[in-house]
């Protein structure tokens, strides 16, 4: 009887991609720049926490990858054998080790540091492929199973929401346990003797933290620890939007020292976006989340850095290099600046607006929010791309989607096939001449009223989740006094500068502004705060590609 042939894998199985085997010419390649390293039976490579991991290659030998639990178990992720090699996104990220590495089979593994890791996958562009694509098929893995940081927390916790939507919007793998479900979660807070007013509490690196801010989240986590804040960069990138990641990926790719600095998550408004499809070459759309995950590996890859969790206070224009000085004081120099801090969403003159802000009020429609308002009727404010396709998405769980409109149609301002199918969605209610003027609940939002300016005429609902897409103002306050800003804060660029004959004699340079320049030499401004520019994600991915360019130009002349 004739034998089976031996299946080959193929390389488009999930299983070989995640885990693929390289083959001797792939080997050798990485021989030529590594390091051989003896293993022992039980030697741990690398740990959870640890900074600047090293990348393995299996020549012979075994190893497991492992993560403890609150109880200190270990839970098994992924075993690796011979031609497999080690590491997930946060090689590329600069971010903390997420996982334990452990030889269970003695070997020899070929070892590369961490910078001539990056440099082997800016000069190897098959092997940057192989690895890219595993990395971040890893890092999926691992936000899918839960296996990171233990964040415990309620539902009904404004501060839970905010922690929960910065892991989640950065793409940090984390467990989340819901205290008002999960019954056996009383013996974590007692054995970490942690009182009810101290939740959320983040088990991050072996440290217990209770209620932490933002900033010291992304310490734990080390988010920014590849970050060296003392040399003087080429370009500094103020703002994570769709133009400041595409100005990220272009500078780095060229050649540029950029350093991005973004004060929430990677982005923008874009990154809330449950469903993007009318941007170019994603027919099937793209969650704005996901967009963004991809092209911060795609900066990463290249060797742009981000700062995250840090917001800039201001700009000292005074001399060049110029400096931007953050929140707590540090100051960051860099030649040129692209500012992309793009615009928030305009908040109703409500008194109470803050009391309920993530306890009913959010600002974006991701799938953390879904959850919240499963089966419940939500309202959403506003009648742009951002508000359609928060409606479009909510509708698929909330029992009745109320849009409140404040002018008389949707056209002037939502794309024609949002228009359609908000329109044809029987779950979604149109309010127009609509606004909403009374908020009322106790520890959450439960009844809101609205009123239709047209008629007067007011109408109240037990409604407990608000989403508010409406209007944008710019984020330019902390730029008065060294750029020019039109009548409504936007950043004024190019030949916009050219009608104030104020700016033209203040402007220090024989040369007129360049297209995407502000009146200050090397600074530029893209995307959604640049005065006149398009509110659409493609438009801000082409003003941060085209901004480089003439940052090149612009860095020419020191």
């Known amino acids: 009887m004739a034998s089976q042939p031996v299946p080959v894998p193929s390389a488009l199985d999930a299983a070989t991609q995640i885990f693929p085997v390289l083959t001797p010419g792939q080997m050798a390649r990485i021989r030529s720049c590594s390091e051989l390293r003896k293993v022992q039976t039980g030697e741990i490579l690398f740990e959870i926490g640890d900074a600047d991991v090293s990348f393995f290659v299996l020549l012979s030998g075994a190893m497991e990858i492992v993560q403890p639990d609150v109880n200190g178990a270990e839970r098994l992720i992924a075993t690796h054998n011979a031609g497999e090699f080690t590491g997930e996104l946060s090689m590329i990220s600069g971010g903390r080790c997420l996982v334990r590495g452990r030889v269970t089979v003695p070997g020899e593994f070929l070892e590369l540091r961490n910078h001539e890791f990056r440099s082997l996958i800016g000069r190897d562009s098959e092997l940057s492929d192989i690895f890219m694509r595993a990395f971040i098929l890893r890092r999926i893995a691992l936000i899918r199973d839960n296996r990171g940081p233990v964040l415990l927390g309620s539902r009904h916790s404004a501060d839970t929401l905010r922690l929960r939507e910065f892991l989640s919007r950065n793409g940090i793998p984390y467990n989340y346990v819901d205290l008002d479900i999960d019954k056996s979660s009383q013996d974590l807070l007692d054995r970490f003797q942690i009182k009810i ?58 050649g540029l020292d950029a350093l991005v600095i973004e004060t929430e998550a990677p982005g923008g408004q874009a990154g809330s976006s449950s469903k993007i499809e009318n941007n170019l070459g994603f027919p099937m759309g793209i969650s704005g989340q996901e967009l963004a995950g991809r092209a911060s590996a795609q900066a990463a890859k290249f060797g742009a850095k981000m700062m995250l969790a840090h ?40 008194a109470n607006l803050q009391q309920f802000e993530g306890r009913g009020i959010y600002y974006g429609a991701t799938f953390i929010e879904a959850q919240l ?29 109320h849009m409140l409109v404040r002018s008389g149609e949707l056209s002037s301002s939502m794309s024609r096939y949002l228009i359609q199918r908000v329109q044809q969605n029987p779950g979604i209610e149109l309010h127009f001449n609509s606004e909403i003027v009374a908020l009322e609940g106790d520890e959450h939002l439960e009844r809101v009223t609205w009123r239709d300016k047209n008629s007067g005429e007011t109408t109240s609902r037990a409604i407990r989740h608000v989403f508010i897409m409406a209007g944008a103002s710019p984020r330019t306050d902390w730029l ?55 509110k659409r994600v493609a438009s801000a991915v082409g003003e941060g590609a085209m901004a480089i360019a003439l940052v090149h130009r612009a860095l020419a002349e020191l």
């Open 373 to 401: 308002c499963e089966r419940e009727e939500v309202i959403i404010i506003g009648g742009g791309n951002s508000a359609g396709q928060a409606a479009a998405y909510l509708s698929q769980g909330a029992t009745r989607v």
């Open 311 to 350: 917001s800039v206070a201001r700009l000292d224009c005074s001399r060049r290099p110029y400096q931007v000085v953050l929140e707590n004081g540090d100051a960051i120099h860099s030649r040129a600046v692209v500012i992309s801090t793009g615009a928030q969403y305009n908040k109703p003159g409500l």
């Open 480 to 534: 008065q006094g060294c750029v020019a800003l039109d009548n409504k804060g936007f950043i004024l660029t190019g030949r916009d500068l050219d009608t104030d004959p104020l700016l033209q004699r203040q402007w220090p340079l024989e040369r007129t502004p360049l297209i995407l320049e502000t009146s200050l030499p090397g600074v530029f401004a893209v995307g959604d705060v640049r005065s006149g520019s398009f």
């Open 197 to 254: 007013d101290e939740i959320p509490v983040i088990i991050c690196s072996r440290t217990v933290m209770r209620n932490p801010s933002i900033p010291k989240l992304a310490d734990c986590l080390g988010l920014n620890a590849s970050v060296d804040q003392t040399t003087v960069r080429d370009l500094v990138i103020i703002g994570a939007g769709p133009s400041g990641l595409a100005a990220a990926v272009y500078a780095a790719s060229e």
